[in-house]
């Protein structure tokens, strides 16, 4: 027999439903008491597979070989921001914080904290699973959970290898805690087009934290012209250039950082690039005070004749 449904009551039955969307989910929880005081912080961003993981963990390996304890906090839920160093893929600290029940008073340290190359100390935030909530609350419990443990006292350098190009509140959160956010970009229009948009969120984290931008990395580009024309015009700077380089690709292939790569000519290059670029950040860099253009602006910037 057929159980007919008044449409009142099939709505309502689908409002409920509705509020129960969501449930359960991880949102942005931030404590703005949480902060990192005793280390250079820098926070990498950059248009989704443009190499900020690449740029990340040869940059780490170039402040140690300056003598600097560097830690490396991925913010991706593929969590592969490390690999290169320690040659494999990490636990995340979500999943680790899962298996307590997210008491983090009974884990250790070496439970989230792995050695990569050259003594690099390595962590991977994870993610909330997907469609569940906002990745902001990982990183800002990555950060809690290093501060219990007094891992960030005897750290000269932390660096933020952040997800993609996505520029919502919670993968903003590294920006609470960095001194300076760089970003990575190719000499292309998607990716100029994706800084543009990160700056715009860099701009407005710097209103409320003492984050400020540090410049442009010029990465898997010949050329580099279509960059610095973009940041003359909104008052950028380009802090370092890694061409398209194929020894690059073969080191991730093999699961290593370019200063595992050999002497050749190519690799040495590339090498004293990351070291100049390392020793220029801890030297300090200028606060720029970029000004993103509007979308339709820089559509017409950097469009074809």
Not at 131 to 141: F, L, N, P, S
Not at 230 to 247: M, Q, Y
Request: hydrophobic share 40%.
């Amino acid at each position: 027999m057929n159980v007919f449904t008044h449409p009142r009551v099939a709505r309502d039955e689908k409002i409920e439903a509705a509020k129960l969307d969501g449930e359960g989910s991880v949102q942005v929880m931030l404590d703005p008491s949480v902060t990192i005081e005793t280390a250079k912080v820098f926070a990498i961003y950059g248009k989704g597979g443009i190499g900020k993981s690449t740029t990340s963990s040869n940059l780490s390996v170039a402040f140690t070989k300056l003598g600097k304890r560097v830690l490396q906090i991925g913010c991706d839920p593929k969590h592969d921001s490390t690999f290169t160093l320690t040659k494999s893929l990490i636990p995340t600290v979500i999943d680790i914080l899962e298996k307590v029940d997210f008491h983090s008073e009974e884990l250790r340290a070496d439970d989230f904290v792995f050695e990569g190359y050259n003594g690099v100390k390595c962590v991977e935030a994870g993610g909330p699973p997907a469609g569940t909530g906002c990745g902001g609350y990982v990183v800002g419990q990555t950060v809690k959970l290093l501060k219990e443990h007094h891992l960030l006292e005897d750290t000269d350098v932390v660096i933020f290898d952040v997800l993609g190009d996505v520029v919502c509140g919670g993968f903003a959160a590294p920006l609470q805690h960095a001194e300076r956010a760089l970003v990575v970009a190719a000499n292309d229009f998607d990716s100029i087009f994706a800084m543009n948009r990160i700056i715009a969120a860099i701009k407005a984290k710097s209103k409320n934290y003492s984050v400020r931008l540090g410049g442009v990395i010029a990465n898997r580009s010949r050329e580099t012209d279509q960059i610095d024309r973009f940041n003359e015009a909104i008052g950028l700077k380009r802090l370092a250039h890694f061409g398209d380089v194929d020894a690059v690709r073969r080191s991730r292939l093999k699961k290593s950082t370019l200063f595992e790569m050999g002497d050749s000519p190519e690799v040495q290059a590339v090498c004293a690039e990351y070291m100049q670029l390392a020793e220029t950040l801890w030297s300090g860099t200028d606060e720029l005070t970029a000004e993103p253009m509007k979308d339709r602006e820089i559509f017409d910037f950097l469009g074809f004749d």
